[in-house]
C-alpha cells in the first residue's frame, strides 16, 4: 500500500518572533530542531522508514527533513527539492509582526488572505524585497512562474506540477516518500488528496513538527480522509495550544488540525 509522511518543518525562527515568513529563508530554533529529531523517532518507531525525500528549497525545511531522516535511520536516502514545495508567498506581509498586520488590515480581511482558497495579499514590487526573481537559486525558473504574492490556489497549482511528476512515481514504485514542507503548502496538498471543500480549507492547519501518515489506495487516494498523526495525544496538545494562542474553532487529534496556527 502506498505510503505518504508529511511532516511541516520545526518552529522557526520567524515563528518564535511571530513574523510572516513565506519565501524568506530563515533557520530553525534548537526547539525546532528537536522536533525535527523527534519527528525522526517516531517515524522510525512506527516502522515507516521513508525511502525517498521531497522538501523545499527553503532552509527549514531541508534542515528539518535532514534531522528527521537521520533520525529515521535513514540519512542516506535520496533528496529531491524543489521550490514547487516552497511555503506559500505572502507579498507584502512577508517580515510583518501578525498583530501589526491585523491593525493595519483588519482581522476579516487578514484571515481571508491566510485562510481561504482565493485570498491573496498584495503582492510586493517587481525587483523589490521579497521578489524571488533575483535570487539564484531560482535562476532555471522562468520568471513569469516565480510569485510576489499568492492564494491557497496558487500555491496548489504550483505544487501539483511537482506532485504528479516526482512524487507520485517515487510512491508507485514502492517507496515511502516523507515529505517536509510548510504551512500551506502541506494544506494545498492535503486539500488536494482530501479534495477539502472551500469551508473545510478555512480551518485546515497541519501543526509543526507532527509527522501525517496516510496509506493511498491503488488510486493514490487517502484510504483514511485526513490521514492520522503518528502521536495523535501530542497532536491534540499542540493544537489545543495553537487554540488557546490563535483563537482556533477544533482540533483533531487524528487528521489534519483544525486551527489558526502561525503560518510560515
Known sequence: MPTLLLLRHGESEWNDRDLFTGWVDVGLTAHGADQARHAGRLIAEAGLPPGVLHTSLLARAVHTGTLAMAAAGRPEAP??????????????????????????????????????????PPAVEPGGPGDPAGDPRYAHVPPTLLPRAESLRDVQARLLPHWDEEVVPDLRAGRTVLVTGHSNSLRALVAHLDRLSDDEVLDLDIPIGSPLHHELDEDLSPVQRGGRYLDPVAAAAGAAEVARQRGARTTSPTGPTRSRAPAG
Not at 514545495?85 to 501578525?98: F, K, S, T, W
Request: avoid cysteine; charged fraction near 35%.
Open 79 to 120: 533528496v529531491h527539492r524543489s521550490w514547487r514545495l516552497n511555503e506559500r508567498h505572502y507579498g507584502v506581509l512577508q517580515g510583518m509582526d501578525r498583530q501589526v498586520a491585523r491593525a493595519r488590515y483588519g482581522g476579516e480581511r487578514l484571515r481571508h488572505w491566510r485562510r481561504s482558497y482565493e485570498g491573496r
